[in-house]
């Protein structure tokens, strides 16, 4: 059973935008806390940006702030990644996640999608 699925990874040039969406179940999308985190082949998983249910906390890694942009859309079930002003080092394979702990805490996501690929050039 499919609980989360991202969608909006691809390769663009550096400076360029994407957005990446993931679709979760209903159950899923109660989670407290929702997130994207990315990673690179041979390094951790990072977190890149979090919100909470009620969409009015969110959080971002530094360096994504002001470039990235995570919010909700309740009518669809859907958390979204505006990306803006993309690098180079923002290439990874990037996920979304869902948990009902502690939002800055990425052992406490419980549910995980398969994950997008975001690849920019310079």
């Known amino acids: 059973q499919v609980q989360l699925v991202e969608s909006g990874g691809g390769s663009v040039q550096a400076g360029g935008s994407l957005r990446l969406s993931c679709a979760a179940s209903e159950y899923i999308y109660t989670a407290f806390c929702m997130g994207w985190f990315r990673q690179v082949p041979g390094k951790e998983r990072e977190g890149v940006a979090t919100?909470?249910?009620?969409?009015?906390?969110?959080s971002y890694a530094d360096s994504v702030k002001g470039r990235f942009t995570i919010s909700r859309d309740n009518a669809k079930n859907t958390v979204d990644l505006q990306m803006n002003d993309l690098k180079p080092e923002d290439t990874a394979m990037y996920f979304c996640?869902?948990?009902?702990?502690?939002?800055?805490?990425?052992?406490?996501?419980?549910?995980w999608g398969q994950g997008t690929q975001v690849t920019v050039s310079s």
């Open positions: 996640a869902a948990g009902w702990g502690r939002c800055d805490r990425i052992d406490e996501y419980n549910y």
């Open positions: 919100i909470d249910n009620g969409g009015g906390i969110t």
